[in-house]
């Protein structure tokens, strides 16, 4: 049975750090692309943070890039989002994914996995 499990996320005032971390079972996870996605009230679901499978070659949305890192661990089958510089504009829930393929996960297309989301509040 595949299961991601998130932890981390929380109330932040602007300028602040969290770290979000997913933990995954259930299938190999060194085959998969990784990424974490959010999710703001009234809006579209969307990327934030990709990591490929091997290379672990990364990529990021714009407004995020310079503030957030995305990492894998293979042997612990974690991934996570260290979120530096948190801006208000960064309050939403956010979802850990996984997928074979990279270029499905950062499409956002049939994704084979989700996490339950958390929150992530940044206010002062």
């Known amino acids: 049975q595949v299961r991601l499990v998130q932890s981390g996320g929380g109330l932040v005032q602007p300028g602040g750090s969290l770290r979000l971390s997913c933990a995954a079972s259930g299938f190999k996870f060194s085959n998969y692309a990784m990424g974490w996605y959010r999710q703001a009230p009234g809006e579209e679901r969307e990327l934030v943070a990709g990591?490929?499978?091997?290379?672990?070659?990364?990529s990021y949305r714009d407004s995020v890039k310079g503030r957030f890192t995305i990492s894998r661990d293979d042997v612990e089958s974690t991934v996570s989002l260290q979120m530096n510089s948190l801006k208000p504009e960064d309050t939403a829930i956010y979802y850990c994914?996984?997928?074979?393929?990279?270029?499905?996960?950062?499409?956002?297309?049939?994704?084979?996995?989700w996490g339950r989301g958390t929150q992530v509040t940044v206010s002062s």
């Open positions: 994914a996984a997928d074979p393929s990279y270029t499905s996960l950062v499409a956002g297309f049939d994704v084979r996995s």
């Open positions: 990591i490929t499978r091997a290379s672990g070659s990364t």
